[in-house]
């Protein structure tokens, strides 16, 4: 209410009011023109990945080419995947993101439990020790982490993929901060009422953390799913790959001729599934990746 | 306030009388419980292997295998290294290319969409979509797209009558087409970091500034822009970060090519220990991207707190 008062003074004392109004609304369409240029743009690619998938070889041999299928069929994903094992290939992904996202995340909630309700010694230095390898880019560490692995002999198990990305810093940052904010009346009551640690936890805390569980799903199997240079070293057979890794082998594949219909159709298998996963939840995708921005 | 539990205020240290009763004892040793199994992966996945790497940069290494110590050598060689300063360049010009590009069209966007507008979910979901897609995915779809001789966009160059361009093929191309590709993918991320910050300034301000007769852009300068401040100082890090450890996206559309044009430090890391086999080198070269990593992250917090202090 004050703000429109405040906006009318203003207008007043200028004595601009009419003409900045009219000026306003047509700046308006225009920035709205421009803005929907620019969201065309950025979605092109995505577009474009879906009209080649539907285009027989992707558009490459026809001399002519349309910014929309011509002729539109599923041709090429019926080559790849009689072809290729693409349903390994999401098998494998499938299964590496749900179970390492699952076993992740209860791991994140338990630390970022303790973290943010418990005083413990070492704390301080645990907390501060886990925050530095966020600098540590991960090449670093994939030498000395693929030689454990192989001595472990894990390697193209999905196990190899799963166990190394089990720690997740970020994760364990969100979930301190979340938990930072549930009240300590709560836990109180529930021990007083003579309830476990691990009960109190279990069913008194956690129920309040659904937003926050919401957000380390999301982010932990989109990362998960995403994920290429870890997969790309420990995993080698074709059966075995995850399908972004399988999709990089795809564009030098001696199987086609010209294979960016092939490539496109894979493309487009990779990013479905979370691309309606994040039309569903868009809320808790967006908040979940700028909660990574606070770290 | 005192809490019979171990909550917040409980003190270091146990002391003798939690012993005395068996359920403060569990309860002083949950916590560990807790967050054992974080510590545990932490060690046995993060801190053994930069322990083993810092070992490794010492070391000389013919394959996969046991080493020999060489002391500084690793670090010494860089210095002499051509293809370690090109791709100190490189990394240098694509860090520069990609981060203030798309700081400022995240904020330009984000401002506009603060603004009520029609479409304005639909507009900003659009514009995150890149973010979804996985690093290799994007780089398949654009490795097409800039296809030289069947991508649409020099096909669509063609529609306007300007030559083909060689996008990924010619090293005086690559490296701004790769900018191009990672700026697209970073766009949304900043807009939405700027979306949270800008909602979060109170609106009386500006309305202040406006009866005082500022200008929409005064107005934004004088009062918006310091209040980001703090936003742009945490997204300039990230971004940074970000582009120093890009490397899906370079990896499939150029693979550091043509020639050494698009390598940039990460690439090298990579080829040093996957192509290569110089395990040791690698290594080395892996803390001098840590180092450049720390340095500018504490250079920026200075900057930022000698800021402060100025103002």
Same mark, same amino acid.
């Given at each position: 209410m004050n703000g429109v008062r405040n906006r009318n003074l203003g207008g007043d004392r200028t004595g601009h009011e009419g003409g900045a109004r009219r000026g306003g609304r047509n700046r308006r369409w225009l920035l709205f023109a421009a803005l929907t240029a620019l969201a065309m743009l950025m979605i092109f690619p995505v577009y474009w990945m879906a009209v080649s998938a539907l285009t027989p070889g992707g558009q490459s041999q026809s001399s002519e080419f349309y910014l929309w299928p011509s002729d539109p069929t599923l041709a090429n994903f019926d080559e790849v995947f009689a072809t290729q094992p693409v349903w390994h290939w999401l098998g494998n992904s499938m299964f590496i993101a749900t179970v390492g996202t699952a076993l992740s995340v209860c791991v994140s909630l338990g630390a970022g439990y303790a973290l943010a309700k418990y005083s413990f010694r070492g704390r301080g230095v645990l907390y501060a020790a886990f925050l530095v390898t966020i600098m540590i880019p991960i090449q670093v560490t994939l030498v000395p982490a693929f030689l454990m692995v192989a001595r472990a002999g894990l #390697?193209?198990?999905?196990w190899a993929v799963i166990l190394p990305t089990l720690f997740d810093v970020v994760g364990i940052f969100i979930a301190r901060q979340f938990m930072l904010g549930v009240p300590d009346a709560l836990l109180e009551a529930a021990r007083i009422d003579g309830a476990g640690e691990l009960r109190t936890f279990v069913r008194v805390v956690l129920p309040t953390c659904g937003p926050l569980v919401g957000v380390l799903v999301i982010l932990g199997f989109m990362n998960r799913w995403n994920d290429f240079l870890w997969p790309l070293v420990v995993l080698q057979g074709n059966e075995n790959l995850t399908v972004p890794v399988a999709l990089s082998t795809l564009t030098n594949n001696p199987a086609f001729s010209s294979p960016w219909g092939a490539v496109m159709a894979v493309a487009t298998v990779t990013v479905l599934p979370l691309l309606l996963v994040f039309l569903v939840f868009q809320r808790q995708f967006v908040q979940g990746i700028a909660s990574t921005g606070i770290k | 306030m005192t809490t019979p539990s171990g909550i917040a205020t409980r003190p270091t240290a146990t002391t003798a009388a939690d012993d005395d009763e068996p359920r403060r004892r569990s309860r002083s040793k949950a916590p560990y419980l807790f967050v054992g199994p974080a510590a545990l992966l932490f060690l046995a996945f993060s801190l053994v292997p930069i322990v083993v790497a810092i070992g490794l940069a010492f070391q000389e290494t013919a394959t996969l295998g046991d080493g020999t110590w060489v002391g500084t050598d690793n670090f010494e060689r860089l210095g002499s290294d051509p293809l370690f300063l090109t791709s100190l360049r490189n990394t240098l010009i694509f860090t520069v290319g990609t981060v203030p590009t798309a700081m400022v069209i995240g904020l330009a966007l984000a401002v506009a969409l603060n603004r009520p507008l029609p479409g304005r979910a639909v507009l900003r979901a659009l514009f995150f #979509?890149?973010? #979804?897609?996985a690093g290799v995915v994007v780089g398949v779809i654009m490795s097409w797209i800039f296809n030289t001789d069947y991508g649409v966009a020099n096909n669509l160059l063609g529609v306007v009558g300007l030559d083909r361009v060689p996008w990924l093929t010619s090293p005086q191309w690559a490296m701004f087409t790769l900018i191009l590709v990672v700026v697209w993918t970073r766009v949304g991320f900043c807009m939405v970091i700027y979306l949270g910050a800008l909602q979060s300034i109170p609106n009386e301000l500006k309305e202040a500034a406006a009866i005082d007769g500022a200008s929409r852009w005064q107005r934004f300068w004088s009062v918006t822009w310091p209040l980001l401040r703090p936003t742009t100082s945490i997204l300039l890090i990230l971004n940074v970060v970000f582009s120093l450890q890009a490397f899906d996206v370079i990896y499939v559309m150029t693979g550091g090519g043509p020639g050494f044009s698009t390598t940039v430090l990460i690439q090298y890391v990579f080829r040093a220990a996957f192509i290569d086999a110089r395990m040791g080198y690698a290594a080395a070269l892996g803390l001098v991207l840590v180092a450049i990593l720390l340095l500018f992250t504490l250079l920026r917090q200075r900057a930022t707190r000698k800021a402060e202090e100025v103002l």
């Open positions: #390697v193209d198990s999905p | #979509v890149p973010m #979804v897609a």
